[in-house]
């Protein structure tokens, strides 16, 4: 209490005087309530033992009592004036670093450069924050440093990963994915396999997958076998990212002995995959083994094949593909065209040109799209008609594939249709009749 007084004394500031006054009245009142009612407690027994004689088990008694009371008082005194310094001196409590954090985060939603990158004042808050007694404010410090860079944030981030708290825990595996530090993959990966909560082990395995880093392929293939749904959803994802021919291979063994869910996952995890390197041994395991769920009585299924197989950039899934146009599903239908055209495969030009009378709209749309990335002009004709189709944006990718295949004759077409009442169609006639003034210039 003397030293509070003291530090009021040399505020010259009456505003700030005032402030830490109003602070500190709570805990003085506690100190002083508790001090009072020790001391007249104490006064109490000794008016007690005055008044005549009592056995020794009740003197005892009387003792005892006096004792724990000046005991829980002595405790009372030093918790609250711990209380009473920390608000004197300028150290937050818990609920007003929760404030202040909170302040931080909604700076950062709102400035794409972070409050903690311009202030290392906020980092190093945030970082001593990590020591705080409330899990919420450690998980709400360790959310704001995902935003932060440097050695002592990872350090401080990897560190929380053995917080006792599974939202800290989780909160602190998520931002090192996003920082992306090289020294996170080690720490993730142990804890991965003895963390209980399945939300962390998504969290970590989602991380390890943006971290890029080989050592995490076999801890991810068991996470295949997780008893937690999610968690080998997550797992699917993480290994198609990192790719390799021990990530696809575990991948091809799961594809046909998991649930509908997990298959969509692993399907496409298999295109990423593929899409990564130069068509080897594995991924022509992975190209056949798409083709083959090409005919999966599940349309979803069959609409993520044909998806991944475009990615996969191998010529062996043309014929497949073109059999795709003809499925009873037009998402699967979409998805065979749109692959298509990222193929090159002039074989599928006559049924593309077929798919453009087509009643769905969406159709219309990636054939126009597939015919443009093919480039033959072959189309041309066809792709003049549906500069004037009813839908806009089949419009707009008519006019875009007429300016990849960069055929002169497509320039009086497109030049009525500067006047479309669609602006978005205008930009890309105008950009389009650009770049065949560029073509026929050279």
């Excluded at 937690?228 to 594809?255: F, N, Q, T, Y």
């Excluded at 509908?260 to 298999?270: F, H, N, V």
Aim: proline share 4%; aromatic share 4%.
């Amino acid at each position: 209490m003397f030293i509070a007084i003291f530090i009021l004394s040399l505020q010259s500031n009456r505003d700030s005087t005032n402030s830490i006054a109003n602070r500190i009245k709570p805990p003085l009142k506690m100190v002083s309530y508790t001090a009072a009612g020790t001391i007249y407690f104490n006064g109490l027994i000794l008016i007690v033992f005055s008044f005549g004689s009592f056995s020794e088990a009740k003197m005892k008694v009387l003792l005892v009592s006096s004792l724990i009371s000046m005991v829980l008082s002595l405790i009372a005194i030093v918790y609250t004036s711990i209380n009473l310094l920390s608000n004197v001196s300028g150290l937050k409590t818990s609920s007003e670093k929760l404030v202040y954090i909170s302040d931080l985060l909604r700076g950062q939603e709102g400035n794409p450069i972070s409050p903690l990158k311009q202030s290392e004042k906020d980092t190093q808050f945030c970082i001593k924050s990590l020591d705080d007694e409330n899990p919420e404010v450690r998980a709400i410090a360790a959310e704001a440093l995902g935003q932060a860079r440097g050695p002592e944030v990872e350090k401080a981030l990897l560190e929380l990963l053995e917080d006792k708290n599974s939202r800290v825990r989780i909160t602190a595996a998520r931002n090192l994915g996003r920082i992306g530090t090289e020294n996170a993959a080690e720490p993730l990966i142990k804890r991965l396999a003895v963390d209980k909560d399945p939300v962390f082990r998504a969290c970590a395995i989602e991380s390890l997958g943006y971290l890029k880093d080989k050592r995490a392929i076999e801890p991810l293939i068991k996470s295949l076998d997780d008893k937690v749904p999610e968690v080998r959803l997550v797992a699917a994802r993480a290994l198609g990212i990192l790719g390799g021919d021990k990530a696809e291979e575990s991948l091809i063994g799961k594809l046909n002995k998991s649930s509908p869910e997990l298959q969509k996952q692993i399907i496409l995890a298999l295109g990423n995959s593929g899409s990564k390197k130069a068509a080897g041994l594995n991924s022509k395991k992975a190209t056949g083994a798409l083709i083959y769920k090409l005919r999966d009585k599940d349309p979803e299924l069959r609409k993520c094949a044909a998806e991944s197989l475009g990615k996969m950039e191998d010529p062996e899934s043309v014929d497949p593909l073109l059999e795709c146009l003809g499925d009873t599903n037009p998402e699967v239908r979409n998805a065979a065209a749109y692959s298509l055209g990222t193929l090159r495969a002039e074989k599928a030009i006559d049924a593309l040109l077929g798919m453009l009378t087509e009643e769905d709209s969406e159709l219309r749309i990636t054939a126009v799209y597939a015919l443009g990335n093919i480039g033959s002009r072959k189309a041309v004709d066809a792709l003049l008609k549906t500069l004037d189709d009813s839908n806009p944006w089949v419009r707009r990718y008519a006019a875009e594939a007429l300016a990849k295949i960069g055929d002169q004759k497509a320039t009086a077409p497109l030049v009525k249709n500067l006047n479309d009442p669609d602006p978005e169609v205008q930009w890309a006639t105008a950009e389009a009749l650009r770049l065949l003034d560029k073509q026929n210039s050279r």
